[in-house]
């Protein structure tokens, strides 16, 4: 296993995780309907999401193929440092009229679950679709 946990020492104690692969990819049970085609990121421990906040407002629309890489970086000053997961992956953009979509490789950063929701209201996704099944138009 290539995860350690560590231990400060004094009057003050913490533990921190340390891991030295760069994250992987997750599928649910199949009885999880839901979750079907879709997959989630996990470093070490710690399930990962794609926030808004990180993401031109957006964590909707990417999607995660099967051959798409990621690097860890520790953000000293993001939530008092914490460590994202970042990776380049088609994102689904609209076009400009408004009537048509187009794929657009964008990078992506995403952060520790126990993290989101601490920077305003914005979309968040755990389970990324792995490929598009069906595009749903929605006015809001």
């Not at 560590?6 to 994250?23: F, N, P, V, Y």
């Not at 970086?73 to 008092?80: A, G, P, R, T």
Request: charged fraction near 25%; charge should be positive.
């Amino acid at each position: 296993m290539d995860t350690r946990l560590l231990s400060a020492i004094g009057k003050r104690r913490c533990i921190g995780i340390e891991s030295t692969h760069g994250g992987k990819r997750i599928v649910s049970r199949p009885e999880v309907k839901q979750d079907e085609g879709r997959v989630a990121l996990q470093r070490g421990p710690l399930v990962y999401c794609v926030e808004g906040a990180d993401n031109n407002g957006k964590a909707w629309n990417v999607i995660l193929p099967e051959q798409i890489s990621f690097q860890p970086s520790f953000q000293k000053d993001l939530l008092e440092g914490i460590t994202t997961i970042q990776f380049e992956a088609p994102t689904v953009q609209v076009e400009p009229d408004g009537l048509s979509v187009k794929t657009e490789i964008k990078k992506i950063t995403a952060i520790p679950y126990y993290a989101w929701a601490n920077r305003g209201q914005n979309e968040m996704q755990v389970w990324l679709p792995t490929k598009i099944k069906d595009v749903k138009v929605n006015d809001q």
